[in-house]
């Protein structure tokens, strides 16, 4: 999404989501109103394709109240993973709904997707997978939490922004060639949401977000993510993929003030 579609985007729906469920309001009445909003969303996002519920293709592991409204962790399960292509995360009543969009290429295995996002007001949270053949089916979970696109990333902008774009990779033990492996990203970005304010200057902290990041194993694209300000402070991101050679990981982060940062992590092949 561009950067003028984007605001055009968030402009929309802070104007629709400002009429909130009034207490009291019948939960039958909510859950219509909640509906209601989430085609509005998905009009937006994928115009006149056609977005099917499902139980099966994608399910969503997230808590219903969240201890911390600034890093909600979400774990996306894919079981037939050979049919998805990517996958999208949606909070609905967040500012900017879309939280990412995940591209999975030929060296991911699409099992599952691990993020860490902010959630800013009680929400239905949808996840939509994209099949290869190009259909899309959405699944939804409701999830409590306040206040978490506005809460401070750090004592200060300055302290937020040490050392932004450095990155961390973890992998799970026993790594093999050729088997599904775990890894974790982590990249080291203050992710402001533009609705933070400065605790010094009492103004807001201009938006400034991780937009792009890939991953990637030689020749062969692992993911893709879009982003936006709904994703974490410091952003992690779980993914699987299935190592070819002992290449290293390479990643490329960018974000939608012009920062580009690349890193490489060797791949701790098990020897047999």
């Known amino acids: 999404m561009m950067p003028m579609m984007r605001r055009t985007f968030a402009t929309a729906l802070l104007t629709m989501f400002c009429v909130g469920s009034a207490p009291g309001v019948h939960a039958s009445e909510a859950d219509a109103e909640r509906e209601e909003r989430w085609q509005q969303i998905a009009d937006y996002i994928f115009g006149d394709r056609e977005v099917v519920p499902t139980h099966s293709l994608i399910k969503i592991d997230a808590p219903k109240r969240a201890q911390d409204a600034a890093l909600v962790p979400i774990t996306l399960t894919m079981p037939e993973k050979d049919k998805i292509k990517?996958?999208?995360?949606?909070?609905?009543?967040?500012?900017?709904?879309?939280?990412?969009?995940?591209?999975?290429?030929?060296?991911?295995?699409?099992?599952?997707?691990?993020?860490r996002v902010r959630v800013d007001t009680y929400t239905n949270i949808h996840a939509v997978a994209e099949t290869t053949d190009g259909k899309l089916f959405s699944n939804a979970v409701f999830v409590k939490a306040s206040g978490g696109c506005s809460a401070p990333s750090g004592p200060s902008d300055a302290e937020a922004m040490k050392g932004m774009?450095?990155?961390?990779?973890?992998?799970?033990?026993?790594?093999?060639?050729?088997?599904?492996?775990?890894?974790?990203?982590?990249?080291?970005?203050?992710?402001?949401?533009?609705?933070?304010?400065?605790?010094?200057?009492?103004?807001?902290?201009?938006?400034?977000?991780?937009?792009?990041?890939?991953?990637?194993?030689?020749?062969?694209?692992?993911l893709e993510v879009t982003g936006d300000i709904s994703l974490s402070t410091n952003p992690a991101i779980g993914f699987s993929f299935v190592p070819a050679d002992q290449a290293p990981i390479r990643v490329v982060a960018s974000d939608n003030k012009g920062g580009q940062w690349e890193e490489s992590f060797d791949v701790p092949l098990a020897t047999n």
Do not use: W
């Open 165 to 222: 774009g450095e990155m961390r990779m973890k992998f799970a033990e026993n790594v093999q060639q050729g088997k599904p492996a775990e890894a974790t990203l982590m990249i080291r970005h203050p992710n402001f949401s533009g609705m933070q304010m400065n605790q010094l200057t009492r103004l807001y902290t201009p938006p400034r977000y991780v937009e792009k990041v890939t991953v990637s194993q030689g020749d062969r694209t692992v």
């Open 86 to 115: 990517s996958v999208y995360l949606v909070i609905d009543e967040n500012p900017i709904p879309l939280a990412a969009h995940v591209i999975f290429g030929p060296g991911a295995d699409a099992g599952a997707l691990h993020l």
